[in-house]
């Protein structure tokens, strides 16, 4: 066996330094396994609870396939240390039961292909049809078809036949494809990916695979929405990359890489991701997230071995290098080949659609917090400033920024009230605490109130030094001309192409990584900083644009982002020889 197999990961001594809740709640664990017993309290991580699922697979699964075909299921390091402990080791106590209970519920495992995720997830099923001490459970494997749902369901299985404990055990049905634990009147089988039909399941536990070939979210919202009975639940998806941008694949996976950058994101989200880097920005930001790790990429270059290991943490294991060697000569001297090696074998989104703001570097950019809007309104009084108008239909957001010549930026949002309800589900009720406290005026009736922007312009006009504003020039011909007539201001039009904000969004991630930028940690502009999505061309990445989501469908919004960059803009405008003192 290779060290990456049986050997401790790198992880191994940083269980208790993983990020979770400040919460001191509850009485001293007391959980034992194995003569090991936690003394630990509050939100924890419990070796033992940990231990009991590593020995679950090591004593009584065999692998079912590949070079360790009919040995102990012995997590490689990886494994056991990165997704298994944490997700069944990481507890907090429920006030409701009075016990300790997982603190993960959701789980996300994003890797390339041939990286064992269907045994893995077939390990994990097992153990919480039996393993987890509930009653009744429920345990569910689906997939876009039921021929993919079995490549999980199929190891289970075999797993289940190698096992003389488990095979005296368990009782499958073929012509259910299930299993079932008569003891505890449990059951593990396949389901179908129609979602109508799957909204009376209870489950304990529920694997998604291969997520990328999902045509929507339903089964997933149909699942994740049937919680609410089980003590400690854990549904989980596991998937390679997508290449369709907006699809519930890309979303989900995009969701499963912000909760990895910032996990109190969802304290209640687990996400492993390893993904090969798209853009030097990227691989930064891998570097920042993951300092030290000897198996991050060392550049961009696809073909450079040392680059492999990071999307594909079985490589040298369970994963042949050979093969991957072949894959990739054959996709070298073929760009549609090296599409399906990036995808599959380097788990890259080769769509040229991609998130495009580091949010730890929107964070790292806060300044001194703004505790109300009207805090950094006084505050700015007077100040030299460019704008940018992001005008959108008269039914959904509009967002104004104004960026100061010392780095400050202040937003103004508004919104119909008949938009309000459609952000709250995509946001968790937080929109309209944004609109309670001030950082969104939500106008009322079903359309924006023009009037009510036209007037607070005129009134940032009287309070600050504005140069120039930066629209989109789909914002219409009336609005420039109402806004020069009552202000006074000169209008520059703009647009969302490469040729006008390649610049303006290369040197507003350039400030970001100054931290030249204060924002005061508006929270309306970092949900939307956190959407923003850009498109390169396959020819020329170094050009960049924009991409506004389907608004009505996917609740996403972008706005303020985009104003930021209109004002970025303009202050690009500045002639080099002048200075911008001059201006004002």
Not at 178 to 197: F, H
Not at 242 to 271: C, K, M, W, Y
Request: charged content about 30%; overall charge negative.
């Amino acid at each position: 066996m290779t060290g990456a197999r049986n050997g401790s990961s790198r992880s191994a001594a940083g269980h208790d330094a993983r990020w979770r809740p400040r919460d001191r709640h509850g009485r001293t664990c007391g959980y034992s396994f194995d003569a090991v017993q936690c003394g630990k309290r509050g939100a924890h991580y419990c070796r033992p609870r940990a231990d009991r699922v590593v020995r679950f697979c090591a004593e009584l699964l065999l692998h079912t396939k590949g070079p360790y075909q009919r040995t102990p299921f012995v997590l490689a390091g990886w494994q056991e240390h990165e997704i298994v402990r944490p997700l069944f080791g990481e507890v907090v106590w429920s006030a409701e039961w009075q016990c300790y209970v997982r603190r993960y519920r959701i789980a996300y495992i994003v890797v390339a292909r041939k990286n064992g995720k269907s045994e893995l997830a077939a390990a994990l099923q097992l153990y919480l049809l039996i393993g987890d001490d509930e009653q009744a459970a429920e345990v569910y494997s689906a997939a876009a078809d039921t021929k993919q749902a079995g490549k999980v369901f199929e190891p289970a299985l075999r797993m289940v036949q190698l096992s003389p404990p488990l095979a005296r055990r368990l009782r499958y049905t073929k012509n259910a494809r299930r299993i079932v634990d008569e003891k505890t009147a449990s059951l593990y089988e396949i389901i179908t990916a129609d979602a109508k039909g799957e909204l009376g399941h209870n489950p304990h536990g529920f694997n998604l695979d291969e997520v990328l070939s999902q045509k929507d979210g339903s089964l997933w919202e149909a699942m994740t929405t049937a919680v609410g009975v089980r003590l400690q639940e854990l549904l989980f998806a596991t998937t390679t990359e997508t290449n369709e941008a907006g699809s519930f694949g890309a979303d989900l996976i995009d969701e499963a890489e912000r909760v990895q950058e910032d996990p109190s994101r969802a304290p209640h989200v687990f996400a492993f991701v390893r993904k090969f880097p798209r853009s030097e920005d990227e691989l930064a930001r891998l570097r920042r997230l993951f300092p030290g790790r000897d198996d991050l990429p060392v550049s961009l270059d696809p073909w450079d071995e040392a680059n492999w290991a990071w999307p594909n943490p079985a490589l040298d294991s369970f994963k042949s290098r050979d093969a991957m060697r072949r894959q990739a000569l054959e996709a070298r001297s073929d760009p549609q080949k090296e599409n399906g090696f990036r995808q599959f074998q380097l788990n890259q989104r080769v769509q040229q659609v991609t998130r495009y703001l580091p949010m730890d570097l929107w964070d790292a950019n806060t300044g001194e917090v703004a505790p109300t809007p009207e805090w950094l309104t006084a505050r700015l009084a007077g100040a030299p400033c460019w704008a940018g108008l992001d005008l959108s239909s008269k039914f959904d957001l509009t967002a104004w920024c104004l960026l100061f010549t010392d780095g400050w930026v202040l937003w103004r949002f508004w919104a119909p009230e008949s938009v309000v309800p459609l952000l709250d589900r995509h946001t968790d009720g937080r929109f309209s605490q944004w609109a309670h406290d001030g950082w969104v005026e939500v106008t009322d009736g079903d359309v924006i109130d023009y009037e009510a922007i036209y007037t607070a312009i005129e009134a940032d006009n009287d309070r600050f030094l504005i140069t120039d504003v930066t629209y989109d020039r789909w914002s219409g011909e009336p609005v420039r001309q109402e806004v020069e007539d009552r202000t006074g201001l000169t209008m520059v039009e703009s647009g969302t192409t490469y040729e006008r904000m390649t610049q303006p969004m290369t040197e507003l991630m350039r400030m970001l990584k100054a931290h030249e930028l204060r924002h005061g940690g508006n929270p309306v502009a970092r949900w939307m900083a956190d959407n923003l999505t850009a498109k390169r061309p396959a020819d020329d990445p170094d050009r960049v644009r924009p991409v506004k989501p389907e608004r009505m469908r996917s609740g996403k919004r972008i706005d303020g982002a985009v104003a930021l960059i209109f004002a970025v803009d303009g202050s690009l405008a500045v002639d080099d020889s002048g200075s911008v003192a001059d201006i004002f």
